[in-house]
């Protein structure tokens, strides 16, 4: 008997042997897919011929879709905003009681102890302590979790931003919006996954939201203008840079696109795979779908004089971070997964504790609120994460007088939304507030927390390079169950 033939070509009909092999390797290859489903995710997002930015399927039910944070650059001082230490009023100007560990200063310009120059208050139905220096955000307390045990051992600006944006104070590593994107994709095609707004890189440089050895398709996007001090902190004149088509025809634009995708994928099937090549071309597919949305997205006239004065706009103290904050719930709102909005390099007292901290506080207090409520009210703070962090803390001793050292032994850091405990501290320094004794919280820790919210397994979110597998908490991190 003759095989059947279809357009020509004889059907080959397996033998019983044949076909109980083939079937018994199909159900390995379920089992396999089962067990690897967080690699073949990532393999899609390494794959030149996927769209690194395509949404991809959580490993299990999220809390959270996005994260905004909000990024204190200089150093915020726990003792002063949200960890109150009544026995650092009571021995205030006398000398420390024990061995100072290491300073960023000269040792010789630490004195003794200072009390804070601001009175705390109780706020909200969880009745948490909050400084006058945040009245605003003390309004919002009971959205908020306070972790008052945060703590690493970089004492230099560089080495913590590192810390704090990547989780490595020493190796360079991708950002943790850069891990998230990568993990997740973006909802919205047409604007990148990761937005920096005024990115900080007077300190650390571009690995606050740069993508390391991840691909440079999973890098922030900065939105922002340099200004005369050389760092991108003017909100009112920030864009994105090179969005204007050079070509005035889009036809021409789109046919120029394809060319070079052609030639990409002629070039990756003769065995010459070009990472970088590929993300240039995904940097100008997106910089494409970008000319038509993200003006309207960053068009701030479409917002009523009404939710300009909640977050301060057009008033002189607060409207470079309320433009910020209001950009930044508007990234969300459109489907952004990664959002970082930077007050910049301002809050480094190691001198005029009061002046330079009230004045910083003003700046960002009423937008700061002004977001958490805006996205609450918008019904979005249930799936948005805001993290409030700066690099460390100030010490409890005076440097010159008048100002605080450094101190990352133990300061403070706020989260709100996605999931998040409100109304609740979690973790303590030492009466004098110098060092996590309760409760210790690292930046690995926070990071598997985030994680977790948005549905991802902080083991298993990896990435091979250079002989081994990365991730974001690298060996280390635990989620802290306590706060969700």
Not at 14 to 35: Q, V
Not at 265 to 293: N, T
Request: net charge negative.
């Amino acid at each position: 008997m003759q095989p059947e033939r279809s357009r020509g070509f004889p059907l080959r009909v397996p033998s019983r042997r044949e076909m109980l092999r083939d079937a018994a390797s199909g159900f390995g290859s379920l089992a396999f897919l089962g067990l690897n489903a967080n690699s073949i995710r990532t393999a899609a997002a390494q794959s030149g011929k996927a769209n690194p930015l395509a949404p991809r399927p959580s490993l299990f039910e999220p809390c959270a879709k996005h994260v905004i944070f909000l990024f204190m650059h200089g150093g915020v001082s726990h003792v002063d905003t949200f960890d109150p230490k009544p026995k650092l009023d009571e021995l205030d100007g006398q000398p420390y009681p024990g061995k100072l560990p290491l300073v960023f200063a000269n040792p010789d310009s630490i004195g003794n102890l200072l009390k804070s120059p601001w009175n705390f208050r109780q706020y909200g139905q969880s009745g948490l302590p909050v400084s006058d220096l945040f009245p605003q955000v003390a309004s919002c307390i009971d959205d908020i979790c306070v972790i008052r045990s945060l703590s690493h051992d970089r004492v230099s600006h560089g080495a913590a931003m590192q810390e704090i944006h990547t989780g490595s104070g020493v190796f360079q590593r991708p950002a943790a919006g850069s891990w998230i994107v990568y993990g997740l994709g973006s909802e919205n095609q047409n604007l990148p996954g990761f937005i920096t707004i005024c990115a900080a890189t007077l300190d650390g440089g571009t690995s606050t939201f740069g993508s390391a050895f991840l691909p440079a398709a999973y890098q922030g996007t900065r939105y922002g203008e340099t200004s005369s001090r050389g760092r991108y902190d003017d909100a009112r004149r920030a864009a994105f840079k090179n969005l204007r088509p050079g070509e005035p025809d889009i036809d021409l634009q789109r046919m120029e696109l394809d060319f070079m995708q052609l030639i990409n994928r002629r070039q990756s099937s003769a065995g010459h795979h070009d990472s970088e090549l590929e993300a240039r071309i995904a940097s100008f597919e997106l910089a494409f779908r970008m000319q038509a949305e993200a003006p309207e997205a960053t068009d701030l006239s479409n917002e009523t004089e009404e939710t300009f004065a909640l977050y301060g706009v057009n008033q002189r103290a607060t409207d470079n971070f309320g433009r910020q904050c209001l950009l930044a719930r508007r990234f969300v709102e459109r489907g952004v997964r990664f959002v970082q909005a930077t007050h910049s390099y301002k809050w480094d007292q190691h001198g005029g504790l009061h002046g330079g901290h009230t004045r910083n506080a003003l700046e960002v207090d009423q937008p700061i609120a002004a977001l958490l409520k805006d996205l609450k009210r918008r019904g979005l703070l249930d799936e948005t994460i805001v993290i409030w962090a700066t690099e460390f803390g100030r010490t409890p001793v005076a440097q010159s007088k008048n100002g605080r050292d450094h101190s990352p032994y133990g300061f403070s850091m706020w989260m709100a939304g996605g999931g998040i405990k409100g109304g609740m501290a979690y973790g303590a320094t030492d009466e004098l507030g110098y060092f996590a004794v309760e409760n210790k919280v690292t930046i690995h820790d926070l990071y598997a927390t985030v994680l977790n919210q948005l549905g991802l397994d902080h083991t298993e979110l990896t990435y091979h390079y250079s002989g081994r597998d990365f991730s974001l908490t690298d060996v280390e991190g635990d989620v802290i169950h306590e706060i969700i």
